[in-house]
Nanobody
Framework: QRQLVESGGGSVQPGGSLRLSCATS????????IGWFRQAPGKEREGVLC????????YYADSVKGRFTISRDNARNTVHLQMNSLKPEDTAVYSC????????????????WGQGTQVTVSS
């Protein structure tokens, strides 16, 4: 069974940091690009960033450049999203996706998705 499980979300004050993890199972991680998407209340889901099979980062949201970084550990079947200098507008449910077709703002219809983890940035 192919699964992606996000963890590491929580509440943090503006300027704080969180590290999200996407633990994968049931498929070979190295064959997939992994993207992070987020959805804030009342808003459409948006792409945040993605890491290619080769480890290259592609940013979808200009607002996170310089603050968010993504890394992958294929041996541990895990991808991490390090979020620094968090802002209230980063508040959302963050989900990871595994896409065999590569990084894309609109994942392939066959991409796998996790259930998401809540990130709340508030003072």
């Amino acid at each position: 069974q192919r699964q992606l499980v996000e963890s590491g979300g929580g509440s943090v004050q503006p300027g704080g940091s969180l590290r999200l993890s996407c633990a994968t199972s049931g498929f070979t991680l190295e064959h997939y690009a992994i993207g992070w998407f987020r959805q804030a209340p009342g808003k459409e889901r948006e792409g945040v960033l993605c890491i290619t099979r080769g480890g290259v980062t592609k940013y979808y949201a200009d607002s996170v450049k310089g603050r968010f970084t993504i890394s992958r550990d294929n041996a541990r079947n895990t991808v991490h999203l390090q979020m620094n200098s968090l802002k209230p507008e980063d508040t959302a449910v963050y989900s990871c996706t595994a896409d065999w077709a590569g990084c894309a703002r609109v994942p392939h219809v066959d991409a796998y998705w996790g259930q998401g983890t809540q990130v709340t940035v508030s003072s």
